[in-house]
C-alpha cells in the first residue's frame, strides 16, 4: 500500500535556491516565463520577483484536489530550446522536476509530489505544419486538443481522439498518458496515431523523431516508449500525428435499457447493423445518470419519461447523412420491436446531438460536485464489468457506509464498452483512508483475477505508482525499470510515481 504519509522526500534531490532562479531566469527571456515563492537574495539585483504562494496553488494541486504538492517553482517555457537549457541545468545540479501539461490528469501524475519544479508546458503552443493531403499535423506539445481540432476542422479534419478535458488538456499531456477517450473504438490509440515525436530527455538532449512517415521500420520505435510514460522519461515537446477526414454525417443516439445483459446484447446488434460507420459506445448506469440530473453545473435534459437501470450512447460518423439516418431509425425500430431496450432517443439536429452526449460527459464533473470521488480505471472482459460495480456496492453496504447521508453517497458505473473499459467513481464525503481500505486492494485483485488492466486509460501517477504488478509480470517490471534508469539515470524525472515497485 502507498499512501502520501508513506512517501518521504528524497534527500538526493536539491533544495532549490535563489541562485538557481537566477540561473533559469538567464534561460527564460521574460520574468513572467518564472513563477517562484523563493524571494531572492537580499542586497543581489534580482531579476526575479517572489510571488504570493496562492498563486502557484492551481499548478500544485489536481483536477479533483486529491494531490497536493508543495513546489516553490514553476517554470513556463515556450521553446524546446528552453526546455533543453531547463533540463541540462536541473540535470547538472540533482534538481527534481515535474512534466506538467494542461493538469487534468486523474492519477496524481502531473502534480509534484513534494517541491519538484513544475515545467510547465502551455507555452509551446504552435502548430508547426499541416499536410492537407495525407492528414498529418505537427505541433507543439502544448497546445490544446479542443483548439487543434478547431484548427483542423477549417480544412475538413479532425483529431483522432476526443475527451471530456478537451479544452484544458494538451496533446502532449495526451500523449504522455496514452489517453483513450470517446472515439477510442473508431480511430484507435494514439500509439497508431502518433507518428513522431520531438523529446527533451533528462540530460537536455533532444531527441528529434517528429516523422511524418506512415511507415518507416528502420530500427526500434522509439517514440513508441514515451507514449504512455507518464512524463517520467522525457519532456515530449512537438508531436507529429495523423487525422482522420471530419465525417459530414454524424449521428448519436440514447437507449435506455432494463438490464446489463440487454447493454451486450445491444453492442451486439450496433455492430452488426452498423458497424461500419459506428464511431462510439459509451454506457452508463442508472446511478451516475442521476448524479449527472441532480449535481452536473450545466443543467441536462433527461429525455426520457422514466428512469431506466441503464443507457448506452452511440455515435456514429459517416459520409451519407440520408444514409446514416436509415440505418439509425432502423435499427432503433429493430431492437424496439425485439424488447431489447425499453426506449431510444435521436438527436435531430447540433443542439441535441450535444445534450446526448452531455449525458455521459458530464458524470466526472457532477461526480466531483457532488463529493470527493474515488477513481478507477479498468480494463476487463466486457461480460465481467457490471459485476464488480455490483460487488463494490454491496462491500460498502455491508461495512454499512453506502447510501443517502452516509460515507459513500453513490457507486457510478459507466465507461467505454467498446474498448472493455470501464470507470467506476465512488461518490464520498472526504478522501478517507477507512474508505480506501474498503475499496483496496479488493477492486485490484478482483481485476487481476479477471485478467484486467488496474489502468485502462488514466495511468499509474502517484495514485497507482505501487500497483502496476496486479496487470504486468516481475520480468516485464524489470525492464520497464532498466529503460528508466537508461532514460534517466539520476531519477529526476517526474520522482514517487509511475513504478515504484
Ligand atoms: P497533465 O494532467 O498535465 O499530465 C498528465 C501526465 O502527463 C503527468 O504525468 C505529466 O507529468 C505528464 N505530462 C504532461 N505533459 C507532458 C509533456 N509534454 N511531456 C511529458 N510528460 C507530460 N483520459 C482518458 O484517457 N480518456 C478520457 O476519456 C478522459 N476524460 C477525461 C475527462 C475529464 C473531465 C478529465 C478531468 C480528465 C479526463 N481524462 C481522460 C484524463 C486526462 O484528461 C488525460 O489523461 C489527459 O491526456 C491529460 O492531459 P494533460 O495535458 O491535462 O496532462
Ligand atoms: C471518461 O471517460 C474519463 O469520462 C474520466 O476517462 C473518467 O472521471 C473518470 O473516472
Ligand atoms: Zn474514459
Redesign the pocket.
Known amino acids: 500500500r502507498r499512501s502520501l504519509a508513506t512517501v518521504a522526500r528524497s534527500d538526493v534531490f536539491a533544495n532549490i535556491s535563489a541562485a538557481d532562479i537566477e540561473a533559469f531566469a538567464k534561460i527564460l527571456p521574460s520574468p513572467s516565463q518564472i513563477l517562484t515563492t523563493i524571494s531572492p537574495e537580499s542586497g543581489s539585483a534580482a531579476s526575479y520577483q517572489a510571488v504570493d504562494p496562492s498563486e502557484l496553488d492551481t499548478f500544485n494541486n ?2 479533483m484536489n486529491k494531490y497536493h504538492g508543495k513546489s516553490q517553482l514553476v517554470l513556463k517555457p515556450k521553446t524546446t530550446k528552453e526546455v533543453s537549457e531547463i533540463m541540462k541545468y536541473c540535470h547538472s545540479k540533482n534538481i527534481a522536476v ?10 496524481g ?2 502534480v509534484p509530489v513534494f517541491d519538484e519544479v513544475i515545467i510547465q ?1 502551455g507555452g ?1 503552443n504552435q502548430i508547426r505544419s499541416f499536410d492537407e493531403v495525407a492528414g498529418t499535423l505537427v505541433c507543439d ?2 497546445c490544446i486538443l479542443e483548439s487543434l481540432d478547431n484548427h483542423i476542422a477549417e480544412k475538413g479534419y479532425m483529431m483522432p481522439l476526443d ?3 478537451k479544452g ?15 472515439r477510442f473504438l473508431r480511430y484507435g490509440s494514439l500509439h497508431g496515431n502518433v507518428l513522431g515525436l520531438e ?1 527533451v530527455l533528462p540530460d537536455g538532449t533532444v531527441m528529434d523523431n517528429l516523422s511524418t512517415l506512415r511507415k518507416d521500420n528502420t530500427g526500434f520505435d522509439l517514440k513508441q516508449l ?1 507514449i504512455g ?4 522519461i ?4 512537438g508531436v507529429s500525428i495523423v487525422t482522420p477526414r471530419r465525417p459530414s454525417a454524424m449521428n448519436v443516439a440514447v437507449f435506455a435499457l432494463d438490464s446489463y445483459e440487454a447493454v451486450q446484447t445491444v453492442f451486439g446488434q450496433v455492430k452488426k447493423h452498423c458497424g461500419e460507420i459506428l464511431s462510439a459506445f459509451e454506457f452508463f448506469d442508472q446511478t451516475s445518470f442521476d448524479v449527472v440530473q441532480k449535481h452536473a453545473t450545466a443543467h441536462v435534459r433527461d429525455p426520457f419519461e422514466a428512469r431506466h437501470p441503464f443507457y448506452v450512447l452511440i455515435e456514429t460518423s459517416g459520409s451519407n447523412k440520408d444514409h446514416d439516418d436509415e440505418k439509425l431509425q432502423v435499427l432503433l425500430e429493430h431492437l424496439m420491436e425485439e424488447g431489447m431496450i425499453q426506449d431510444g432517443v435521436l438527436a435531430q439536429d447540433e443542439t441535441q446531438l450535444q445534450g446526448l452526449w452531455a449525458l455521459r ?1 458530464s458524470i ?2 457532477a461526480a466531483g460536485k457532488m463529493g470527493k470521488v474515488f477513481k478507477y ?1 479498468l480494463s476487463m472482459p466486457i461480460n465481467k464489468m457490471y459485476e464488480l460495480v455490483l460487488d463494490m456496492r454491496k462491500r460498502f453496504d455491508e461495512h454499512g457506509v453506502h447510501g443517502e447521508g452516509k460515507d459513500v453517497g453513490a457507486v457510478c458505473g459507466y465507461g ?1 464498452i467498446g474498448d472493455g473499459n470501464l470507470h467506476i467513481n465512488i461518490v464520498a464525503k472526504s478522501y478517507d483512508e477507512k474508505i480506501e481500505n474498503i475499496i483496496e486492494p479488493y477492486i485490484y485483485e478482483w481485476t487481476s483475477e479477471v485478467k484486467g488492466s488496474v489502468s485502462a ?3 499509474l ?1 502517484l495514485m497507482k505508482a505501487t500497483k502496476i504488478g496486479y496487470s504486468k509480470t516481475p520480468e516485464s517490471i524489470e525492464y520497464m525499470k532498466k529503460i528508466k534508469d537508461l532514460f534517466d539515470p539520476k531519477g529526476i524525472l ?1 520522482p514517487y ?2 513504478i515504484q515497485v
Open positions: 489536481d483536477w515535474v512534466p506538467q501539461g494542461g493538469n487534468t490528469g486523474l492519477v501524475g502531473g508546458l509551446l506539445a502544448g475527451l471530456g478535458a484544458s488538456c494538451h496533446i502532449g499531456g495526451n500523449v504522455a498518458t496514452n489517453a483513450g477517450g470517446l523529446v514515451f510514460s507518464e512524463g517520467t522525457g519532456l515530449i515537446t460527459e466526472p464533473e480505471d467505454h486509460e488514466h495511468g501517477g517526474n510515481k509511475y
